[in-house]
C-alpha cells in the first residue's frame, strides 16, 4: 500500500539511495550498502521501506529505441468533439492495452490527450493513426508532430537534496 511522503521526510541516505537505484536498479543490497556507507542489512530495509511507501513503483532497464527498429516518435494530439458521453473513458481503456504508447496524458488547452507513440516506420505510424485512433468514437481530430532530432529523453525523477 503506498502513502504519500513528503520529499524533507527522506534523510541524506535515502535520496542517495533513490539516485543511485536511478541509475543502475541493479544494484544489490551490499554494492547499495557499500555506496551508501552502510551495511547490507540497513540498505535492503531502507529499499524496502521505500518500495512499501511507492516512492520506488518498480525496476525497468532502459532500452535503445533505434536498435530495436523503432525509428519514429510521434506525438499525437487528439480533441474529443463531445466531453459529456462516455467517449474519452473508452479510449483511455484502449490506450491501457497498446504497448506502442508510451506516454498517455490529459492535458489542458486545445487537445484532451498528448500521446506519444513509437513507430518503425512513418507507414505504420500512419496505420497506427488510421486503424486505431481515427476509429475511437468521439475523436473529433488528431494532430500528429514528428520528433526529428532527440535532444534529450530521460524517466529519471529528480532527487534534490
Known amino acids: 500500500m503506498s502513502k504519500s511522503i513528503a520529499l524533507d521526510e527522506l534523510d541524506a541516505t535515502d535520496r542517495k539511495l533513490l539516485r543511485l537505484l536511478q541509475e543502475d536498479g541493479t544494484l544489490s543490497s551490499a554494492a547499495l550498502g557499500e555506496q551508501l556507507s552502510i551495511t547490507v542489512t540497513p540498505s535492503w530495509r531502507r529499499r524496502k521501506r521505500l518500495e512499501d511507501l511507492g516512492i520506488i513503483k518498480d525496476y525497468q532497464a532502459n532500452l535503445d529505441r533505434r536498435k530495436l527498429g ?57 496505420r497506427f493513426v488510421e486503424d486505431v485512433l481515427r476509429r475511437q468514437p468521439g475523436i473529433a481530430s488528431i494532430q500528429s508532430s514528428l520528433a526529428l532530432r532527440e535532444v534529450k529523453s530521460v524517466s529519471r525523477i529528480p532527487v534534490l537534496d
Do not use: W
Request: some cysteine; hydrophobic content about 40%; proline content about 4%.
Open 70 to 126: 523503432f525509428d519514429v516518435m510521434a506525438f499525437a494530439q487528439v480533441r474529443f468533439g463531445n466531453h459529456s458521453e462516455n467517449a474519452p473513458d473508452e479510449f483511455e481503456k484502449v490506450i491501457l492495452k497498446l504497448p506502442q504508447v508510451l506516454s498517455c496524458h490529459k492535458v489542458t488547452g486545445e487537445a484532451d490527450y498528448v500521446l506519444t507513440v513509437l513507430a518503425t516506420d512513418l507507414e505504420s505510424y500512419g
